[in-house]
Nanobody
């Protein structure tokens, strides 16, 4: 499975960005697509995920109400609309594909076997 993320960039605090992630190859190998991020000097942090089988979504508390994840299963593409961006949202954003059997596991790094290359999001204060 190959994952191609795009849409990162530089934006002022309070602004918006939309990230996209296109998945190709072996669609039967995964049914959950998600976004993680990693800021300099910090560990990888879950952002949001969507599961195709039941359209379940999950968000981290830090982005809930500001970010919205959506997907186009026919195109095996997911998006995350990021609004009201804050300086602390600055990070490299990674999309990932895997299989989360429960809603509770949708934010587990180990639920995802495939990872994209990351796209930089920089929010200026």
């Amino acid at each position: 499975v190959q994952l191609q993320a795009s849409g990162g960039g530089l934006v002022q605090a309070g602004g918006s960005l939309r990230l996209s992630c296109a998945a190709s190859g072996r669609p039967e190998s995964h049914d959950t697509l998600g976004w993680f991020r990693q800021a300099p000097g910090k560990g990888r942090e879950f952002v949001a995920a969507i599961r195709w089988s039941d359209s379940a979504t999950k968000y981290s508390e830090s982005v809930k109400g500001r970010f919205a994840i959506s997907g186009d299963k026919a195109k095996t593409t997911i998006y995350v609309q990021m609004n009201s961006l804050k300086f602390e949202d600055t990070a490299v954003y990674y999309c990932a594909a895997g299989r989360a059997y429960t809603t509770g596991s949708m934010d587990w790094v180990r639920a995802y076997q495939y990872w994209g290359q990351g796209t930089q999001v920089t929010v200026s204060s």
